[in-house]
């Protein structure tokens, strides 16, 4: 599945419960539309959603279940529970939170990986610094992606995505790295994969609506404002 998505294009398909477009039926639209556009994979959210998606699409299908638990910060396929409910579903790859934070339920890391490849399930390791890239690695992992750098306290916040760790993780690891987080260019895709990523996410730029009408709202509010003498 892995070699599907080399040098290609993967549209993360997810809309949350107080989302306009929430809903398994409407992501798989979605994905069938990426498909159309060229996309290489699809990143889904929930077992219901890939479930659906796998009967819309022939692309690989990469499962995550965001789930909020009350003990931890870890909400990205957090326990042996959400990983049970994509095999189930047949996701093609299985990604969850690879970060060092403690998991719920006393759940670990070490856990989790040593599940996935008992499962024989291919795994894409969420990470946000290029030390939890490397144990990821060591742990037997099939990919990583740099989808949490920003998200975690300890990781570079900035606006754009971090192709730095990005380039560093390319050059430090055997396996795949997978470029996600905030592109939202077409060069940012480009420049991605001159820094070494094996394919390249993108999300909200691509499937959620409600934020790219708020882009170019924002520029017609500045003009109404201009207009109207406010600078």
Sequence with gaps: MLEKLHLGLIVSCQALADEPLHGAAMMA????????????????????DVRAIKQAVSLPVIGIVKRNYPDSAVYITPTLREIDELLEAGADIIAFDATRQNRPENHTLEQ???????????????????????????????????????????????????????????????????????????????????????????????????????????VTRKVRMKSNGNE
């Design 112 to 218: 989790i990986t040593t599940y996935l490849n008992a499962c024989g399930a291919s795994s894409m390791a969420d990470i946000s610094i290029l030390e939890e890239a490397l144990y990821a690695e060591s742990l037997g992992v099939s990919c990583v992606s740099t989808t949490l750098s920003g998200y975690t306290p300890y990781s570079r916040q900035q606006e754009g995505p971090n192709l730095e760790l990005l380039e560093m993780s390319a050059q430090q690891l055997k396996i795949p790295v997978i470029a996600e987080g905030r592109i939202s260019q077409p060069s940012q895709v480009e420049e991605a994969f001159n820094q070494g990523a094996y394919a390249v996410v993108v999300g909200s730029a691509i499937t959620r609506p409600q934020l790219i009408t708020r882009r170019f709202a924002a």
């Design 29 to 48: 639209r979605m994905a069938a539309a990426a498909e159309e556009g060229g996309a290489a994979g699809i990143r889904a959210n929930g077992a219901a």
